[in-house]
């Protein structure tokens, strides 16, 4: 799907059982060429020392307005 894809980690926040990871993602369309720049935040929840479930944001404060406690 990409030529290329690159994900990088700007800030991981620790509220217990889930981390708040505000990622920048950049990539290039396979085929089109057309560049991706984005910044996601993702929630991960953990059970058991792995991670049950991601959700993934556009909006940093929605996302940090759906993380527990």
């Keep these: 799907m ?7 980690v700007e800030e991981i926040i620790d509220v ?4 708040v990871v505000v990622t920048h993602e950049r990539a290039t369309g396979k085929g089109s060429g057309l560049p ?4 996601l935040t993702h929630i991960w929840t953990i ?5 049950a479930t ?3 944001f556009t909006d940093r404060a929605e996302a ?6």
Excluded: A, C, W
Excluded at 47 to 51: E, L, M, P, T
């Design 2 to 8: 990409f030529d290329s894809f690159e994900i990088y």
């Design 47 to 51: 059970r058991n020392g792995q991670v």
């Design 36 to 39: 991706v720049d984005q910044r």
């Design 16 to 19: 217990g059982d889930q981390l």
């Design 64 to 69: 940090l307005s759906m993380k527990k406690g």
């Design 54 to 56: 991601i959700r993934s």
